[in-house]
């Protein structure tokens, strides 16, 4: 498992998390401390705090 972002994201701020290589959406592994939305785009997923009032931790990472 590799880490690509470890950060806070703040309320309604995006996450952008490019595709390396063969990185697929099912790749992706995402530990957060509340909601969130994926939006995958062409060359880049999108990552976007979904809380109404809050940041959140968000970790992402590649399953092996």
């Given at each position: 498992?590799t ?25 992706l ?14 060359d ?5 705090n ?7 931790q968000?970790?992402?990472?590649t399953?092996?």
């Amino acid at each position: 498992m590799t880490v690509i972002k470890d950060v806070v994201v703040p309320l309604g701020r995006p996450v952008f998390v490019p595709k390396d290589g063969k990185l697929t959406l099912e790749n992706l592994e995402i530990e957060s401390s509340g909601a969130y939305v994926v939006i995958e785009k062409e060359d880049h997923f999108v990552i976007k705090n979904d809380e109404c009032c809050r940041s959140i931790q968000l970790k992402v990472s590649t399953r092996d």
